[in-house]
């Protein structure tokens, strides 16, 4: 296989065309087109490194062929030269417009000629090297972004597993509570409160952080965190610092990394506000209303809401419709209104997820049976 450039020479003129190759033959593998439309299909097919273009030529004119090769991504980078007898200043402007590299006229001086296409054939040599450098380049990010975004993924998959180790009862209910979180943020996604703040790449942070919302309960005794029974007040009071545990320990990770990791935001404000209430009268910080990050409005929901449908050593399940009213008594004063409407408005996609990641195979009938009442 020749390794000489390939020169595409497209013009109407059989004198031309042999004078072009006997011209570049010693130095190049000449190509040739009598017409514009076999020099389009030349262009995508032979893929050469320049193409040499007359103007007058009938059906189709080089400034048209320029147009079109210029538009097709399959051969907008290739250098076109206009070569032609037209040497009016308007069409030598009209013709680089287009996005000719040059335009020479006829008659020419060979050893000049030569030397112009010597020229713009390095000059795709360095722009084609460029080109493929940032081909590279941007499949090597590429790589690198998955591979972050799958270290991120383990990360706190492997963090969520630890704190399951203390409470092996939650496990589901965090695989729950995020898949709600991602149903309802998606509902809000058109909202006008909340187009802003949960775009596409939000909703899916926020739905990556949510495991996290209890990371801070591995920092509780077992005495309380497993306790068959009613808290103490005095417990009660222990088991609310799960907040502020597990925030701190996210933000110790990263004073030691020495710089705010991104993906953590939602995980900092989800571990450390999903407790607060719309009124102000939640915990850590007594925030209200807008205060209130919007990861952590959503989180607050999702978690009473699976809190109340799933069975514990302390208590028996709440059925869907009574948590579903428990919920709007909440409204306005626990939850962001607009956040359990929207909510209340996915219930039975809520109750499907709920079916799907059930504790026990009772759990699952009884679920699928509240599932058919609703549907009904």
Not at 130 to 144: G, P, S
Not at 241 to 253: F, S
Not at 295 to 320: G, Q
């Amino acid at each position: 296989m020749s390794s000489h450039p390939v020169v595409l020479v497209i013009d109407d003129s059989p004198e031309n065309l042999v004078l072009m190759s006997t011209l570049l033959k010693d130095r190049y593998k000449v190509k040739v087109a009598n017409s514009g439309a076999r020099g389009l299909e030349l262009a995508r097919s032979a893929s050469p490194d320049i193409i040499l273009l007359d103007i007058m030529m009938p059906v189709m004119d080089g400034y048209a062929v320029c147009e079109q090769l210029k538009r097709d991504p399959a051969t907008a980078h290739i250098p076109v030269i206009f070569l032609t007898a037209r040497a009016e200043s308007d069409d030598e402007k009209h013709g680089l417009e287009l996005g000719a590299v040059d335009y020479i006229t006829k008659p020419i001086s060979p050893p000049i000629f030569l030397m112009r296409i010597q020229n713009h054939l390095a000059l795709k040599r360095a722009a084609d090297f460029l080109r493929d450098k940032a081909d590279y380049l941007e499949k090597e990010v590429q790589i690198r972004t998955r591979e972050i975004a799958a270290l991120q993924d383990v990360t706190i998959q492997v963090v969520t597993s630890l704190a399951e180790t203390r409470d092996q009862e939650t496990g589901k209910h965090i695989r729950r509570t995020q898949l709600y979180i991602k149903a309802l943020a998606e509902k809000l996604q058109s909202h006008p409160r909340f187009a802003s703040s949960l775009g596409t790449s939000e909703i899916d942070a926020i739905y990556k952080s949510a495991p996290l919302h209890d990371i801070g309960k591995v920092g509780i005794p077992d005495r309380i965190l497993l306790k068959p029974g009613k808290l103490t007040e005095e417990e009660f009071e222990i088991m609310k610092t799960h907040t502020t545990l597990g925030y701190e320990a996210i933000v110790h990770t990263e004073q030691e990394l020495g710089i705010n990791v991104g993906f953590l935001r939602y995980a900092k404000e989800i571990a450390l506000s999903h407790q607060e209430k719309w009124d102000g009268s939640g915990y850590p910080q007594g925030l209200s209303g807008d205060a209130i990050p919007v990861s952590a409005r959503l989180m607050a929901i999702a978690d009473v809401y699976d809190a109340l449908i799933s069975r514990r050593v302390y208590k028996e399940a709440c059925p869907h419709a009574r948590a579903i009213a428990i919920l709007k008594e909440g409204r306005g004063s626990h939850f962001d209104p607009d956040v359990l409407d929207a909510f209340l408005a996915i219930e039975a996609e809520v109750l499907g997820i709920a079916l799907k990641y059930a504790d026990s195979e009772d759990d699952i009938a009884y679920k699928k049976e509240q599932l058919e009442s609703l549907s009904r």
